[in-house]
């Protein structure tokens, strides 16, 4: 069975960066991306949001995040054993738990998802 273990989160000014890495093993289908979500404090796990995942190919797709563009990146390394997510210029609205994921491609939801890390939390303050 996969497993997923995330690391890298931790309280940052705004302004701030920060990179989060997720270490996953198991077999992952072909057909299964592999991303981030996030959840903010007070919210359920069904209020969690698609940040953005990898395809098989290495494909970048996005959520409904609109206030990430252009300041979060996720990439995977060379023996695609740990995916990142890159953040930059963070700010107080993105403080919430980010988790990583597999799950159905597209991967825009928790109904899409299959397989959760444990999360890491992720504060930044003014």
């Known amino acids: 069975q996969e497993r997923l273990v995330e690391s890298g989160g931790g309280s940052v000014q705004s302004g701030g960066s920060l990179k989060l890495a997720c270490v996953y093993s198991g077999y992952i289908h072909r057909n299964y991306c592999l991303g981030w979500f996030r959840q903010a404090p007070g919210k359920g796990r069904e209020g969690r949001e698609a940040?953005?995942?990898?395809?098989?190919?290495?494909?970048?797709?996005?959520g409904y995040i609109d206030s990430i563009q252009g300041r979060f990146t996720v990439s995977r390394d060379n023996a695609k054993t740990t995916l990142y997510l890159r953040m930059d210029d963070l700010k107080p609205e993105d403080t919430a738990m980010y988790y990583c994921a597999v799950g159905l491609c597209p991967m825009l939801g928790v109904p899409d998802v299959v397989k959760w890390g444990q999360g890491t939390q992720v504060t930044v303050s003014s």
């Open positions: 940040v953005a995942y990898l395809d098989n190919a290495g494909n970048t797709g996005y």
